[in-house]
């Protein structure tokens, strides 16, 4: 449980953004996708998902991991089939914002989406491999909802309180997991490389040089590994390649910074390490099933 605190004390939560949502029409994303962590409580209706259209009833939450790609159907009846793009090019159809205390007579949602990264480099959620999953506890439903009337309201030091309550919410989901001995193989191999201070300063240098020259060579001497070793070394300990890894890192800072600046994509793709814009496109449509254009459109429709 020790190794467990210390993964705790070490992540950084950042709070992304939280909404009230009426379902307009029901309808299926075939392949809902998000960098960061979604957790989503059905308040009139249910919701479902995976393969075999698991159902969350009303009051249960569904906690989707950031880079985990979910078939979801919103509301009951005969549901509308969309990509992810097609949701994106005409959300206004089936989703419609609520006020903070206008539940209304339709099914409705609300939602939550955050950040959690060890040592500010890691999603720690993504980094366990573990599935989306229902989770059923009244003291993480009481901190969603604390969160979204927060960020919904006036009230002066908002953003405090709504920092403190994300930050408390993502232990809490983090004692789900445990206390339920959920994913237990997951996580004991997933966690191990969080132990491996060589595997943290390569870590923090690729988020410091996203941009730059990320090479084999160069995570070599990061490490002090040979340059033939460190491939594997990094494998061994994470489950997948440095290569793989870094770019989507490098994916994640490009949504990033399409959500939150006006910078051109083709700026963009040179920041995180692109000189070529017509190819940063294609591997960031291929890695989201959207081109980089429609996921900006999709966060201003998002904050209508």
Not at 4 to 16: A, D, H, M, P, T
Not at 97 to 110: I, K, M, Q, R, V
Not at 197 to 209: C, G, M, S, T, Y
Not at 279 to 291: A, D, H, L, T
């Amino acid at each position: 449980m020790e190794d467990y605190n210390k993964i705790i004390e070490s992540l950084g939560v950042r709070f992304i953004k939280a909404k009230n949502i009426k379902i307009l029409h029901p309808l299926t994303i075939e392949n809902f996708y998000d960098v960061e962590n979604t957790l989503i409580l059905p308040k009139k209706g249910e919701i479902k998902f995976g393969k075999d259209k698991e159902v969350v009833k009303e009051g249960e939450l569904l906690f989707i991991p950031g880079g985990k790609m979910v078939s979801i159907t919103y509301g009951s009846g005969e549901p509308m089939r969309l990509s992810n793009d097609d949701f994106i090019s005409n959300r206004e159809r089936y989703f419609q914002p609520l006020a903070l205390h206008d539940d209304g007579t339709a099914e409705n949602f609300s939602y939550i989406t955050f950040e959690a990264k060890v040592f500010d480099s890691v999603n720690f959620f993504a980094s366990l491999d573990i599935p989306p999953f229902i989770i059923r506890d009244e003291k993480i439903t009481t901190l969603l909802k604390s969160v979204i009337e927060e960020d919904l309201s006036e009230n002066a030091g908002k953003g405090r309180v709504v920092k403190i309550c994300t930050d408390y919410l993502v232990v809490e989901i983090v004692r789900y997991i445990l206390k339920n001995r959920l994913f237990v193989e997951q996580l004991a191999t997933n966690s191990t490389y969080f132990k491996d201070p060589r595997l943290i300063d390569i870590f923090a240098f690729i988020k410091e040089q996203i941009g730059g020259d990320l090479s084999n060579k160069v995570l070599a001497n990061v490490a002090n590994v040979s340059e033939d070793y460190v491939g594997q070394y990094f494998k061994m300990l994470t489950g997948i390649n440095p290569q793989d890894y870094i770019e989507y890192q490098r994916m994640e800072k490009a949504v990033t910074l399409l959500r939150t600046t006006k910078k051109s994509i083709r700026q963009i793709g040179k920041e995180v390490g692109y000189k070529d814009t017509a190819y940063f496109c294609r591997r960031f449509k291929m890695m989201f099933g959207i081109p980089a254009g429609k996921m900006r459109r999709r966060e201003s429709l998002m904050n209508v």
